[in-house]
């Protein structure tokens, strides 16, 4: 009897989650004229015409329990309430009738709809209303609840104190009254006029706005009657002026990357390689140097967080192409638009760790990013995935503050567990599950950043274990390609087990190519991890037209197979798109696993948040835990 309860209660769960069946109920308690009825023995037109009989519309086999069905009624379920008690007595005295349940109606808001009021939270700025990406309650045509879940974790306390975000951009109005107060002077520096004032340069058509509006939406002040609200409304911004000379140079880039990073904790940069479809290009000697100082050593040693806009050149390029967006060091972050689906400029790559949003489609004009705006004023235009990354900033700003012992590879495997595919579409690449049951897209990344997830976790997060680094193989040889038969090859690794940088759990994966071809832009490469996820690491670029350089060891990057296990055959496949024949000649193929050697997450509250992870792989993920828990101990055991 006990565990026909409870065998009860939980198909009452399942049924209510699975079908929407009632509206328009607030109270606990109330009993609906929908019935779980158990047959003694029932085909499904036996349940239907029994059902019938007894008043209900029809009846519906249910697929999780034997001889289960759910008689639903004619009427609107609102209506005649007062018929359900007849209608329970009636079934349960038919001798055809086994058990009835009669359901329980309970309040679940649909997901998505929200009022602003539900946040209880009163800002006074005038376009607060309008940052549809801060709570999105369906403005401007949006789609509701696609936002970056800001209102749970400002309700928990995080606003950014204590953190600073740069911006590196075209200047800062630091005068603007909605930045002022929030403004880092000391950690604030002019490098493309050398001097401390990152003030923006004038022109007519006010091109020197972003910067500004970056600032905005990261660090724009709360309540002040003023424009917006940042994401980190709290949190002080500085402004590393460094776009605004005729030639970018290796040290001005490698200056601003490295500036004060002591103090510095996030850099905002919306920027990078000439997004014209034929450009691939990357940071040079000394911003390299100054990337991997600023991850080992920035922030006392827990590592400066870079975040990369994924670029705005659109179908007809390739972040993967772009050396900033793709290094492992930087969170890439690309942009939805307020409906979900993919900006006209978003480019793809497997690079791309996760999303944040830009303008709609729509030419409405409320639909951009409401922020700051150039000598005083606001803006609602803003857009682009320039307006995506510094969202991102200060999402991981709120997280900082929940726990300022981060580091930088813990922000990105916080960005892979609680980024969400709310309702993120994309009309060209489906969303898919890796090897470790994580949700992941080739435009989108992991998902949408989702800042109550992430400050949530972060307060509870243990610091992940050592980074490792295993050339798991190469093909050195050259190897033929041209249109219409593609070239195939496979490394089979065990992935440095046995010696001490062994990798079982994946974070990057880099595979450095060298490859010329007749036409580099209609080159594309996959590659597939041994438990089968297959990452898009180029895909065609229909302008680049390029006949004599190739690609000479570049990095092609995916985080697609995080938290996978790299032991066994990895696939390239590199071939030609396009009408016109091409050929070319692969010449190397080397393949790079980071990643750490324990299981990352064992002490981890992720166990709560395994929702994200695939049922079917739940108890696979579950005993690879403990099988990784089990070695560690033999291990030190052994030391003893
Ligand atoms: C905002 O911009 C307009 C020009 O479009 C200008 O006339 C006005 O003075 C600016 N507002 C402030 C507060 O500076
Ligand atoms: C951060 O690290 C310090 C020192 O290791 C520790 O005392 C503190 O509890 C940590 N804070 C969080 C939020 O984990
Ligand atoms: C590619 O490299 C091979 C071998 O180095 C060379 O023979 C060939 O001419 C090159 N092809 C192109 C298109 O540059
Ligand atoms: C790579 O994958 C894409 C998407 O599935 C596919 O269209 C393309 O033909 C593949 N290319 C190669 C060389 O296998
Ligand atoms: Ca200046
Ligand atoms: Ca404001
Ligand atoms: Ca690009």
């Not at 009669?102 to 309008?130: C, H, W």
């Not at 390739?318 to 638009?337: E, R």
């Not at 296990?565 to 790079?592: I, S, Y």
């Amino acid at each position: 009897m006990l565990g026909l309860l409870k065998y009860g209660t939980t198909i009452v769960l399942i049924l209510l989650n699975a079908l929407v069946l009632i509206t328009g109920i607030e109270e606990e308690g109330i009993l609906t004229n929908h019935f779980l009825v158990q047959l003694h023995e029932g085909t499904n037109e036996k349940a239907q015409q029994l059902a019938k009989e007894h008043g209900f519309e029809s009846a519906r086999k249910l697929s999780f329990g034997e001889g289960l069905f759910h008689f639903y009624p004619r009427d609107s379920p609102k209506n005649r309430r007062k018929r359900s008690l007849k209608h329970r007595q009636r079934l349960e005295e038919d001798r055809r009738v086994k058990n009835v349940f009669q359901q329980e109606g309970f309040g679940r808001q649909k997901r998505g709809y929200r009022d602003l009021s539900d946040f209880d939270i009163n800002m006074n700025d005038p376009l607060f209303t309008k940052q549809w990406y801060l709570i999105n309650t369906g403005q401007a045509d949006g789609t509701p609840g696609l936002d970056l879940n800001v209102a749970e974790a400002w309700k928990l306390g995080y606003t950014g104190k204590g953190v600073t975000i740069a911006i590196m951009d075209d200047g800062i109005d630091y005068l603007h009254p909605d930045l002022a107060a929030n403004y880092n002077a000391e950690a604030s520096y002019d490098f493309s006029s050398n001097d401390p004032y990152p003030y923006p340069r004038y022109t007519d058509d006010w091109f020197n706005s972003h910067g500004t509006r970056c600032a905005g939406e990261v660090s724009a002040a709360a309540n002040d009657n003023i424009c917006g609200v940042g994401v980190a409304y709290n949190s002080k911004v500085a402004g590393i002026r460094m776009l605004d000379q005729p030639f970018m140079t290796d040290i001005i880039e490698a200056s601003s990357i490295s500036h004060m990073p002591q103090v510095i904790d996030i850099y905002s940069a919306s920027w990078g390689p000439t997004d014209d479809g034929k450009t691939v290009d990357g940071p040079r000697e000394l911003t390299l140097q100054a990337m991997a100082d600023g991850v080992n050593k920035g922030r006392g040693g827990k590592g400066s967080i870079y975040v990369w806009a994924s670029g705005d050149g659109g179908s007809y390029d390739d972040c993967n192409c772009d050396g900033y967006a793709s290094s492992m060091w930087t969170i890439s972050i690309n942009s939805a638009i307020n409906d979900g689906r993919t900006a006209l400029y978003d480019e793809s790559c497997s690079s791309t760790l996760a999303s944040t949003f830009s303008n709609g489609r729509k030419r409405n004009p409320e639909a951009g990013v409401a922020t700051t705006d150039l000598y005083g004023n606001c803006t609602l235009r803003h857009s682009g995935t320039s307006a995506a990354a510094p969202e991102a900033a200060g999402v991981f700003a709120l997280a900082l503050e929940a726990n300022p012992n981060l580091t930088w590879r813990d922000m990105q495997h916080l960005t892979v567990l609680t980024s969400k595919r709310n309702k993120l579409h994309d009309e060209v690449h489906q969303w898919r599950r890796n090897g470790v049951g994580l949700e992941f897209n080739h435009l989108f990344g992991y998902g949408v950043l989702d800042a109550g997830g992430m400050v949530k976790m972060a307060k509870e997060w243990k610091t992940v274990p050592e980074r490792f680094h295993c050339v798991a193989g190469s093909v050195q040889e050259t190897h033929q390609i041209q249109s219409g038969d593609k070239l195939v090859l496979a490394i089979t690794t065990d992935a440095c087990q046995g010696k001490e940088n062994f990798v079982r759990y994946l974070e990057h994966v880099q595979a450095v190519i060298t490859v010329n071809s007749s036409r580099r832009g209609d080159l594309n490469i996959n590659m597939t991890s041994p438990m089968g996820t297959k990452s898009i690491l180029l895909s065609r670029r229909p302008r680049d037209d390029d006949a004599k350089v190739g690609f000479d060891k570049w990095p092609f990057m995916t985080t697609h197979t995080w938290g996978e296990d790299p032991r066994g055959t990895w696939v390239l496949e590199v071939g030609f798109q396009g009408e016109v024949q091409q050929k070319g000649v692969l010449k190397e193929w080397t393949l790079m696993l980071h990643g750490t050697q324990s299981a990352p997450y064992i002490d981890q509250v992720v166990r709560d948040y395994q929702s994200k992870l695939a049922m079917s792989k739940k108890e696979e993920l579950e005993e690879e835990l403990d099988e990784a828990v089990e070695r560690s101990l033999k291990s030190l055991l052994s030391k003893n």
